[in-house]
């Protein structure tokens, strides 16, 4: 019995050192590896190696080397987060779900309409209920794509694919509403959503350019509650079991129809918090393409992360940094911003593919000893 406990123990000390290293080293190591090529890549274009210097110097300036480096990095980030969260448990449940584009567009402009149609209603209610309507609209977007798959088998790729184009087609429809438009603009634009439903910057006081709002608090909340519900509830279980083996967990009595679709609503949701912190703490209002592409970039912080909760905070400050510092570092470097594209485009890349990390940097890894003490 002791035999078994200590084999039992040193088992798990040898997958939580792996999954470490999956967590932590592959990705750091993949980051350098990138950054090496991105300056490859420089001095492939005819851009002599002081510019490169100067690039990434300014690169690093504007992301964190002052206090509205640091402002625009978290912003950044949090809708990232919040979006890679939801992709994230939707991985562990062994759905590939690349529609939080739409269901980021769908709770954003859902946001907007709560915020906008009950004005009179203080802080304190419509702020929660606008945030609210952004995760449920999301959630139920999703759930399409769940309830498709568990009901006729349709692939959720393709079909959260197709729900994205729909969303734009959706958003650009309800833009055009009387009911929604702002006054007196011929342009798809939403009225602005009052100053109780905005999300309240926090540093304001210190300079009113300083755009960190209280959305990161809610990000932080996020993470520890994605990280309870995979790691600490029985439906986090019944989520990653069914991502690992679905045929095991249908033996094991895990309904696998009601998984799918709960996954799906999950991540949904917090992807629909994602547009909502985005339209209620940085626009104010709903535009065409106001989505900017944050749910694809949500799929590179997932898998940069590696689908645990921590690794995305990390993996979207990362992202949030990457796309503060390349502004700083096309003005001060003369560096096209398509850089930045090239350096997180290869670090997915090194990402997918940890076998070649390893072997390029094999003394980074502690590698098991067969039969040892």
């Not at 009901?151 to 729900?163: D, F, K, N, P």
């Not at 709903?286 to 995305?312: K, M």
């Not at 990457?322 to 398509?338: F, H, N, T, Y």
């Amino acid at each position: 019995m002791t035999d078994l406990s200590m084999n039992d123990l040193m088992k798990a000390k040898v997958i939580g050192r792996t999954e470490i290293e999956d967590l932590v080293v592959v990705p750091l190591f993949a980051i350098i590896v990138a950054l090496l090529l991105g300056a490859v890549a420089m001095l492939a274009t005819n851009v002599d190696l002081g510019t490169i210097g100067l690039s990434y110097l300014a690169l690093l300036k504007g992301s964190v080397g002052s206090l509205n480096a640091i402002s625009e990095t978290l912003t950044a980030a949090a809708p990232l987060v919040l979006a890679g969260l939801g992709l994230a448990l939707g991985f562990r449940a062994g759905l590939f779900n690349i529609g939080a584009e739409g269901q980021i567009v769908t709770g954003g402009i859902a946001a907007v309409i709560t915020g906008f149609s009950f004005a009179g209603l203080p802080t304190l209610i419509l702020l929660p209920m606008s945030l609210l309507a952004g995760a449920l609209a999301g959630a139920l977007y999703a759930s399409i794509a769940g309830f498709l798959k568990a009901t006729t088998g349709a692939h959720e790729v393709i079909s959260t694919i197709m729900l994205n184009l729909i969303s734009y087609r959706l958003l650009d429809y309800l833009l055009r509403m009387p009911a929604i438009q702002k006054e007196g603009r011929a342009d798809p634009i939403s009225k602005s959503v009052p100053e109780a439903a905005e999300l309240p910057r926090l540093l304001s006081f210190l300079d009113p350019n300083l755009r960190v709002h209280a959305g990161i608090f809610l990000v932080l909340i996020a993470v520890a509650i994605v990280y309870w519900l995979l790691f600490r509830s029985k439906l986090g279980f019944e989520f990653r079991a069914s991502g690992e083996n679905a045929e095991a967990a249908r033996f094991a009595g895990i309904h696998s129809s009601v998984i799918i679709v709960a996954a799906m609503a999950t991540a949904g949701a917090l992807a629909g918090l994602a547009g909502a912190n985005q339209v209620l703490g940085v626009l104010g209002r709903a535009t065409p393409g106001f989505s900017a592409g944050l749910g694809f970039d949500a799929i590179a912080v997932a898998l940069l992360g590696r689908s645990h909760p921590v690794g995305v905070l990390f993996a979207g400050l990362l992202f949030g940094a990457l796309e503060a510092g390349g502004r700083q570092m096309q003005v001060d470097a003369g560096v096209s911003i398509d850089l930045i594209g090239i350096i997180q485009a290869l670090i997915i890349v090194f990402i997918a593919a940890p076998l070649l990390v390893r072997a390029i940097f094999p003394w980074g890894f502690r590698r098991d000893r067969e039969g040892g003490s």
